[in-house]
């Protein structure tokens, strides 16, 4: 016969059970066993663990304990119980990592869900005295109804009837449980979150991961540059890419002006030719003067180009010399 399971709903069986061993939490009250003495060797009544001698006591105890984890109201029974294995032939010793049967120095005393702040305890140590029946050596008890979980160890000495006890105890939370180990938190980047956690069980988000579980993405943004236009444009418009023109120089190019000398043409005299005088007969008559012609002058006219002044010529004026008739004197 076989048995199909719904690989889906097998998973989030697996996932609701996960969930609801987180929430109840988890740690441990641990209990560090120091030192132990008893000097004079004495068992509970006051008789000596081994045979009484003329001088006292012949031969130390064999203690071995019984530890008893509690609440702080209880006065019996126990939450927890640990047995050590038996310390020979010792009044006086300090405890080794290895209590015996099994069991590591220091004690671990689990408990679930939040932790309550208190706890009693109890030790008893016994002599072990084999087949002839073990006696009771002392009995340790304490009681704290205020601590706090904390990886500090706190140091306490319990005074029996007898002996005495000198122990370390603290409170811790299991892996990845936080406060009074009722907060879990356990780091993760996968797909159901990303994020670390601080020393309270906060969780903390991986980079571009944001929400409660860490599991909503943060997209990059795209920074735009919005320019402002006048109103009568579209309104829909979210970019405008404006190009500036570029403003070309362009440089002026004077043209020179040449200043062409004036040439003046100097004025040329005609000499004058008198003719020779005859002296005749003295006849009067009219006098007939020649006439005069004046020569204009002409001046060059002045062709103003571009950027050249033409020169200008200065037209030469002639002088033509006035010839007198001579006169005829008649008889």
């Known amino acids: 016969m076989r048995?199909?399971?719904?690989?889906?709903?097998?998973?989030?069986?697996?996932?609701?059970?996960?969930?609801?061993?987180?929430?109840t939490g988890s740690g441990s009250l641990q209990v560090?066993?120091?030192?132990?003495?008893?000097?004079?060797?004495?068992?509970?009544?006051?008789?000596?663990?081994?045979?009484?001698?003329?001088?006292?006591?012949?031969?130390p105890c064999d203690p071995y304990f019984f530890v008893c984890y509690r609440q702080h109201t209880q006065t019996s029974g126990c939450l927890q119980r640990y047995e050590t294995g038996a310390f020979h032939d010792s009044n006086t010793f300090t405890f080794p990592s290895d209590l015996g049967n099994g069991l590591s120095n220091p004690l671990k005393f689990s408990f679930s869900g939040s932790w309550p702040g208190s706890f009693g305890l109890e030790t008893e140590a016994w002599d072990d005295d084999g087949i002839t029946g073990d006696d009771k050596i002392d009995v340790f008890t304490y009681?704290?109804?205020?601590?706090?979980?904390?990886?500090?160890?706190?140091?306490?000495?319990?005074?029996?009837?007898?002996?005495t006890l000198d122990l370390q105890f603290r409170v811790i939370c299991d892996a990845n449980f936080y406060q009074t180990?009722?907060?879990?938190?356990?780091?993760?980047?996968?797909?159901?979150?990303?994020?670390?956690?601080?020393?309270?069980?906060?969780?903390?988000c991986l980079n571009?991961?944001?929400?409660?579980?860490?599991?909503?993405?943060?997209?990059?943004?795209?920074?735009?540059t919005t320019t402002q236009i006048p109103s009568t444009m579209a309104k829909n418009i979210t970019f405008i890419t404006t190009t500036e023109?570029?403003?070309t120089e362009v440089s002026t190019?004077?043209?020179?002006?040449?200043?062409?000398?004036?040439t003046e043409v100097p004025p040329t005299e005609v000499p004058t030719t008198e003719g020779p005088t005859t002296e005749g007969p003295t006849t009067e008559g009219p006098t007939t003067e020649g006439p005069t012609t004046e020569v204009s002058t002409t001046k060059g006219s002045t062709t103003e180009g571009p950027t050249t002044e033409g020169?200008?010529?200065?037209?030469?004026?002639?002088?033509?010399?006035?010839t007198g008739i001579p006169s005829t004197e008649l008889p």
Do not use: M
């Not at 048995?3 to 929430?23: A, K």
């Not at 571009?208 to 735009?224: F, K, M, R, S, V």
């Open 32 to 59: 560090n066993l120091i030192q132990y003495s008893n000097v004079r060797g004495l068992d509970y009544f006051g008789s000596c663990c081994e045979r009484v001698g003329i001088t006292g006591c012949v031969g």
């Open 311 to 322: 020169p200008t010529t200065e037209g030469s004026t002639t002088e033509v010399p006035t």
């Open 3 to 23: 048995i199909f399971v719904d690989g889906s709903r097998l998973l989030g069986l697996l996932f609701f059970r996960y969930c609801v061993e987180t929430v």
């Open 253 to 262: 190019t004077e043209i020179s002006t040449t200043e062409v000398p004036t």
């Open 245 to 247: 023109a570029t403003a």
């Open 181 to 204: 180990c009722s907060v879990f938190c356990q780091p993760r980047d996968d797909s159901l979150g990303h994020y670390t956690c601080d020393s309270s069980g906060n969780k903390i």
């Open 143 to 163: 009681s704290n109804s205020s601590v706090a979980v904390s990886n500090v160890w706190a140091s306490v000495q319990l005074k029996g009837r007898r002996s």
């Open 208 to 224: 571009d991961w944001t929400g409660e579980n860490c599991t909503i993405a943060i997209l990059p943004t795209t920074e735009t």
